[in-house]
């Protein structure tokens, strides 16, 4: 871990992330009785979406969405060199604010409320983001992903709750049903598409990019679950997107409240017990 | 030579405040005040002289009618009080004030006849933090007072303009805050703290219509408990030990000073409005907008986390720490809740900063060193970048007749100058890399370390934190219609503090390992032996994530280039105003709003204020108890 897998996720990202947006289509479309589309397709999308013309309705509006591409390929860096795992987190929040005041900047009403429902979204995940960085410390004894790769035994052992909250909150990063609050891939939501409705062209292509970054970065955290082995991690990962395309396809879009209440209360409840079991069991 | 310099900056303020109170004349306050406090500003940085110096010097200063002269002024402010209570017929005020004035006389003439104290002042780094923040910020929000007062009377003009007065106390209350944090006597110290009482009170009253009177008493009760609490525990702790002096009480048994310390604790609760009591400083924010800035928010309550944090070593590792870090958590916890339905601006401010003077108590509570480190390092922050907020908001309202956030859309064009110091402010409040986010990072790391519980608290504050910090920064970057770009009311010396006070936000966070490494890290080495720091590895991250941010406004270069504005997407033709109104269903003109979320189900105020304080009480009634115990 170190400068080296940075580099080599800043390279290979974006082509794993598509792939899985495509794998995603693909898989989606299976549970639907449809063929879908080839896994290449997003890819295809994405270089179309670069030859298109750049509308916008404020001059200003892209800035904010370039420096959320930085910051979440940054923040997708530091987690894969080893770096400190709560200082990621921060950069994950900075990375979003730019995309939600993206948002905000265009004024649009439907941009507008999907901005807003982004940062409820936001709200609702990080305890339990946090919570996580917080239960790998106490039993890694290191806030340092390279530390927690290394630890010799599966953290799912000690951490069942947390891995639970953290699940829970999976589909808000992948804005997948029933957390697809903000904007969403489904179909029926492509023109008029909550927080990015006023992007286009150039922009628009940069935005997905900058999500299979996070698709990445975001299975990269599950994966610390399983690290001590390679191929189990590997495994289980692809089983955790999976699980998040079953649930994608089996449920509809819940209110925000029940995203909020529901995300909260996992990672009190189900973090929260976890939590209180390891300072049972003493931690360093 | 060092004391002579605290002479001076007790002596100063107060000589001004002379000079204002006697001349009656509009004319003298831009002669008067802004050398004045540039003088105080360059005095305080004098200070830094001495957080070079590894330990702290003790100052006799002892002359022989520094004693009597306090004990007049302590029976003059009992009786202006009772006068003011009399006729308001608070009997709750009028029984505080008479209940302080025969407990200090029964000791002055009774026990403490004998008090011998070796050193009335002293200094050390915590002191010179406090000094430089109370100089520097507080000479900046005075400068900028000036303009904001002579416009505030041009706007109300149903308020008597009592401005000599005004500045007067602005000047007394700096006096007694330098005061209060050179004092090593804890009597002298109590003197200076009730005087800031006293301050705060006036000062809450300035308008004089109802509202602001009944506010001003209730801060005035909060306060005067919390006053009266102090002097219980100074007289407490010297009848049981014969000792009225800060560097020997400390140096006491831990056991012997629990109560008195959990007495003072539950004073500096008071004074920075920690719940149960934190309803005096949400009242207070119907004072002119510098107050807020000066006394509610940089520095006054600021003295309340001061003397919990000095007893952080006291503290560390006993029940009573633990309870006033869960009276420290929940208030963080409550008040950031509560900010996500507000939408008066100045409200939204009062209860944030309740939310973090309660993260500071959590670490004082904690007590560990990176905790203290932390807890020193977000007063700097928060004096700062909540300082620039204030006057800025202050600064909208006079433009613009609001301090709603709701009419603050499109902040960005009308008021472009102010608007990029609101964005400033508020990054330094909530966002990484700025300070107050690398102090909650140490102290979420402090907290684990000692009970993972208690960092829920923390942990869910703070995602409400975000919540309502960058729902107000879309208001003020949202450009809704075509607006007038008009900042007239904002003279040229404010433009100098609000600038000086964003270049402070941005440069304390490119520099704080410096001034860590200068005054916190000697002080903590000092008291608990040991040292604390980030670790370089993530400071390196943390300049390179506020180099890339502060690179945003270059890609202004790129503003408007390669892109095609049109018409937002509204649901229905656009039609008339651009991107304003549509055509609806029925071919009528339909008019574009757009209102941010609140959440008042599950944010009132009232009902979170009310479990708050619920919550608040018997954990404070508990740091007491258990102190006794």
Redesign the interface.
């Known amino acids: 871990m170190s400068l080296f897998t940075a580099i080599l996720y800043v390279v290979l990202a974006p082509l794993v992330g598509g792939l899985i947006s495509g794998l995603d289509r693909k898989i989606s479309a299976r549970m639907q009785g449809r063929i879908g589309p080839p896994i290449l397709q997003p890819f295809y999308d994405v270089g179309k979406l670069f030859k298109k013309?750049?509308?916008?309705?404020?001059?200003?509006q892209?800035?904010f969405m370039?420096?959320f591409v930085?910051?979440s390929v940054?923040t997708g860096a530091?987690f894969f060199a080893g770096?400190?795992l709560?200082?990621v987190i921060?950069?994950l929040?900075?990375a979003g604010?730019f995309f939600?005041?993206g948002?905000?900047?265009?004024?649009?009403?439907?941009?507008?409320i999907g901005?807003?429902r982004e940062?409820?979204q936001?709200?609702?995940y990080?305890?339990a983001i946090?919570?996580v960085a917080?239960a790998m410390?106490?039993v890694t004894g290191s806030?340092q992903v390279k530390d927690i790769v290394s630890y010799p035994r599966p953290l799912i052992m000690d951490l069942p709750g947390v891995f639970i909250a953290f699940l829970f909150i999976l589909p808000i990063k992948f804005r997948k049903s029933p957390f697809d609050l903000a904007t969403s891939h489904h179909a029926h939501q492509e023109i008029?598409k909550g927080i990015t409705?006023?992007f286009s062209g150039r922009t628009l292509a940069l935005i997905e990019i900058a999500h299979w970054y996070e698709y990445v970065f975001v299975l990269g955290v599950g994966y610390l679950f399983f690290a001590n082995s390679v191929w189990v991690g590997l495994l289980m990962t692809f089983l955790i997107f999976e699980l998040l395309l079953i649930i994608d396809n089996a449920t509809a879009r819940v209110r925000w409240?029940w995203m909020?209440v529901g995300s909260?209360g996992m990672a009190?409840l189900a973090g929260?017990v976890n939590?209180?079991f390891?300072?049972m069991r003493g931690?360093p | 030579m060092m004391l002579s310099l605290i002479v001076f900056l007790i002596a100063f303020p107060l000589i001004i405040a002379l000079i204002l109170g006697a001349v009656r004349k509009s004319s003298i306050y831009p002669v008067v005040i802004y050398p004045a406090s540039v003088i105080l500003m360059i005095a305080s940085l004098g200070l830094i002289w001495h957080g070079a110096k590894a330990k702290a010097s003790l100052f006799p200063a002892h002359t022989n009618w520094v004693e009597p002269t306090i004990l007049i002024i302590e029976i003059l402010i009992a009786v202006y009080l009772l006068l003011l209570a009399f006729k308001r017929k608070d009997m709750v005020v009028t029984g505080f004030v008479l209940v302080q004035t025969a407990l200090l006389l029964a000791f002055h003439y009774g026990p403490g006849k004998e008090m011998h104290v070796a050193a009335n002042l002293f200094m050390d780094q915590f002191s010179v933090l406090m000094g430089l923040i109370v100089g520097v910020i507080g000479g900046l929000i005075a400068v900028y007072a000036v303009g904001y007062m002579q416009d505030f009377h041009h706007h109300h003009h149903e308020v008597k303009d009592n401005r000599p007065q005004f500045f007067s106390l602005i000047f007394v209350f700096l006096s007694a805050m330098f005061g209060f944090c050179f004092s090593n006597n804890l009597f002298w110290m109590f003197l200076f703290w009730e005087i800031t009482t006293v301050c705060s009170f006036l000062l809450i009253r300035y308008k004089q219509d109802e509202q602001s009177i009944a506010n001003a008493f209730w801060a005035l009760r909060w306060n005067l408990l919390g006053g009266l609490a102090f002097l219980v525990g100074i007289i407490f702790l010297y009848l049981n030990t014969h000792v009225a002096e800060m560097d020997k009480m400390l140096l006491l048994p831990k056991m012997l000073i629990l109560l008195p310390v959990s007495l003072l604790c539950f004073a500096g609760m008071t004074k920075s409005a920690q719940l149960p009591f934190s309803s005096w400083l949400v009242g207070a924010m119907v004072a002119p907008t510098p107050v807020s800035a000066l006394l509610h928010s940089s520095t006054m309550v600021k003295a309340g986390v001061y003397l919990v944090l000095r007893f952080a070593s006291v503290l560390e590792g006993t029940t009573v720490g633990l309870l006033v870090a869960m009276v420290g958590g929940v208030t963080f916890l409550v008040a950031s809740f509560i900010c996500i339905s507000q939408n008066d601006a100045k409200k939204v401010l009062a209860y944030s900063t309740i939310a973090n003077l309660g993260l500071v108590i959590l670490c004082a509570g904690i007590g560990s060193p990176e905790a203290v480190w932390a807890g020193m390092l977000l007063i700097v922050f928060h004096a700062i970048s909540k300082g620039l907020l204030f006057l800025c908001v202050g600064s909208v309202e006079n433009q613009t007749g609001s301090r709603q956030i709701e009419d603050m859309s499109g902040l960005v064009v009308r008021m472009p100058k102010v608007a990029v110091m609101i964005m400033i402010g508020i990054a330094g409040m909530f966002?990484?890399?700025f300070g107050m986010?690398i102090s909650k990072?140490v102290v979420?790391?402090a907290v684990?370390l000692v009970?993972?519980?208690i960092?829920?608290l923390l942990?869910?504050g703070?995602?409400?934190t975000?919540?309502f910090w960058?729902?107000w920064?879309?208001?003020v970057?949202?450009?809704?219609r075509e607006y007038k770009t008009n900042e007239s009311t904002v003279v040229k010396a404010q433009w100098l503090v609000l600038g000086s006070l964003a270049a402070m936000t941005i440069l304390i966070c490119a520099f704080f390992a410096p001034v860590a490494g200068f005054l916190v890290e000697p002080y903590i080495a000092n008291i608990y032996h040991q040292v604390v720091s980030l670790g370089s590895?993530?400071m390196i991250?943390?300049a390179i994530?506020l180099t890339?941010?502060c690179m945003?406004p270059l890609?202004?270069l790129?503003?408007?280039k390669?892109?095609?504005?049109?018409?937002?997407?509204?649901?229905g033709a656009n039609t008339g105003n651009k991107?304003m109104q549509f055509l609806g269903s029925l071919r009528d003109v339909k008019d574009?709003d757009?209102k941010?979320?609140y959440l008042q189900?599950?944010f009132s105020e009232a009902r979170l204020m009310r479990l708050g304080v619920l919550v608040g009480i018997l954990f404070v009634i508990a740091v007491v108890l258990i102190g006794a115990i």
Do not use: C, H
């Not at chain 1, 013309?53 to 200003?60: A, F, H, I, K, Y």
């Open positions: 013309e750049n509308l916008v309705v404020r001059r200003s892209n800035m370039t420096f930085i910051l940054f530091l770096g400190d709560l200082l921060f950069a929040t900075l604010v939600v005041l948002g905000y900047k265009s004024s649009s009403p439907y941009s507008f901005a807003q940062t409820l936001m709200m609702s990080e305890p946090i919570i917080v410390f106490m806030f008029v409705t006023e409240q909020l909260w009190f929260g939590i209180i390891l300072m931690y | 966002l990484a890399p986010l990072w979420l790391r684990i009970n993972p519980l960092s829920f942990i869910f703070s995602a409400a975000l919540f960058v729902k920064l879309g208001k970057i949202m450009v809704e590895g993530n991250i943390v994530m890339m941010v945003f890609t202004f790129d503003y408007g390669g892109v095609k504005v049109v018409d937002a997407y509204l649901g991107s574009m757009m941010n979320y189900d599950y």
